[in-house]
């Protein structure tokens, strides 16, 4: 069986390395120039895009920000899982929100701008922390302004006013001060079955994604059938095939959805080394229409993302349960050039075996890594 990946990024290349042992094959588009690529090697492979599309079983896509017109050529085929619409809903942060208020799920309080005159009023009417987010093309952060105080405001016109906001309108958010960030990663079938990993913990730096802990500590049962309720009406709203991610903020008993991803995600990254089945495998098998892995925690693990850098000792690996998995990407800052998972028996093994972990890494690492030693033990 074949799959054709929109995206060459890593997660194109880590649903290659699940696929594999299926014996599924793998390729990817780099959709910039409609290129079919070796999602590893990232080498040009001789294949046009029209020609893959006809050979494969199946399309999906690493990201959502696809073009618009490759989505409908795949849906049409009748061979885009998930589909359009799922890929276009987590694409625009519009059609997200919509989505989340005709199903009734909670998420953060917003307005949306599409004139520039309308900014200072929106920003007022939500309060004194307002978070302000492209409708489109946004990610790790980007495409974002955080308005903190009034002496932003300026700033944030200025950022503003060089926008379009007739095709991509503003979502303003109004800040949550969430106890902590948490995500669902799950899957749900062709005939509409469901079924997720354990929720993992996520901390966040400057809006992007540093450390994940699975399965979440201390995550009260009802909270956990909370997020699964919510991950059901999504899909199911959705008529999902695949892998999707659902970001959330806990509130003290109770879950805002932050955003969803309509993929494989970062924060099920620990999965490859602390679960049964791993993310990507699960997608390949649910868009392939095969039966589902099993989806349990086997080890508690910790996901270190390694962003912007490579100034470290590959001999990390030798703590025992330490897995690198490193993307081959050129360095660039801010960029997330590979994750590290560290797998125990216990939070308490975790966080000894993170203190070792933080002897191999660069300094800016400490404090991320520290802080979690602390809480787990
Ligand atoms: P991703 O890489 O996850 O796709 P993104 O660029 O789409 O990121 P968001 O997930 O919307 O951005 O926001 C990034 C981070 O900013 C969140 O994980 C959270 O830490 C913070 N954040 C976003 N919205 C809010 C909000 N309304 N209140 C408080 N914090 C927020
Ligand atoms: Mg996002
Ligand atoms: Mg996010």
């Avoid at 090697?41 to 199946?58: F, M, R, W």
């Avoid at 276009?88 to 519009?94: I, N, Q, Y």
């Avoid at 809006?207 to 059901?232: N, R, W, Y």
Wanted: glycine share 6%; hydrophobic share 40%; with cysteine.
């Amino acid at each position: 069986m074949k799959v054709l990946v929109y995206g060459a990024g890593q997660l194109a290349q880590m649903m290659y390395l699940a696929a594999a042992p299926l014996g599924v094959d793998v390729k990817a588009v780099d959709v910039s120039n409609r290129e079919i690529l070796h999602p590893v090697s990232k080498q040009k492979l001789e294949l046009n895009l029209d020609y893959a599309l006809a050979d494969v079983d199946v399309v999906t896509a690493e990201f959502e920000h696809v073009p618009e017109e490759l989505l409908s050529i795949a849906e049409e085929s009748g061979k885009l899982s998930p589909n359009a619409r799922s890929i276009l809903t987590g694409a625009d942060r519009v059609r997200e929100k919509a989505l989340l208020d005709s199903c009734g799920i909670p998420n953060a309080e917003y307005r949306i701008i599409r004139r520039f005159t309308e900014l200072e009023d929106v920003i007022q009417s939500l309060g004194e922390r307002v978070i302000l987010k492209a409708s489109r093309d946004g990610y790790d952060g980007y495409g974002q302004w955080r308005y903190q105080s009034p002496d932003d405001m300026e700033g944030i016109k200025t950022a503003l006013a060089s926008l379009d906001l007739d095709t991509v309108p503003i979502v303003a958010e109004k800040m949550v001060n969430f106890d902590r960030e948490i995500s669902l990663v799950g899957a749900r079938t062709k005939d509409g079955k469901t079924a997720c990993f354990d929720i993992a913990e996520n901390l966040h730096h400057k809006g992007q994604l540093h450390v994940s802990i699975a399965p979440a500590t201390h995550l009260s049962d009802a909270l956990k059938a909370k997020a699964q309720e919510i991950f059901t009406a999504i899909t199911n709203a959705l008529d999902y095939v695949g892998v999707l991610a659902v970001e959330l903020f806990q509130v003290g008993d109770s879950l805002l959805v932050n955003e969803i991803a309509p993929r494989v995600h970062n924060s099920g990254h620990w999965t490859q080394n602390g679960a049964e089945t791993c993310q990507f495998e699960q997608h390949i098998r649910a868009c392939l229409n095969f039966p589902l892995g099993a989806m349990h925690t086997n080890k508690v693990t910790a996901m270190i993302n390694i962003i912007g850098c490579t100034s470290f000792s590959r001999d990390l690996i030798s703590i025992p349960g330490c897995h690198l998995h490193w993307y081959g990407k050129e360095v660039r800052e801010k960029r997330k050039m590979g994750h590290i998972n560290v797998t125990a028996e216990s939070y308490h093994e975790l966080s000894n075996k993170l203190e070792q972990l933080m002897t191999y890494l660069p300094e800016p690492y400490f404090p991320k890594i520290s802080g979690e030693i602390g809480r787990l033990r």
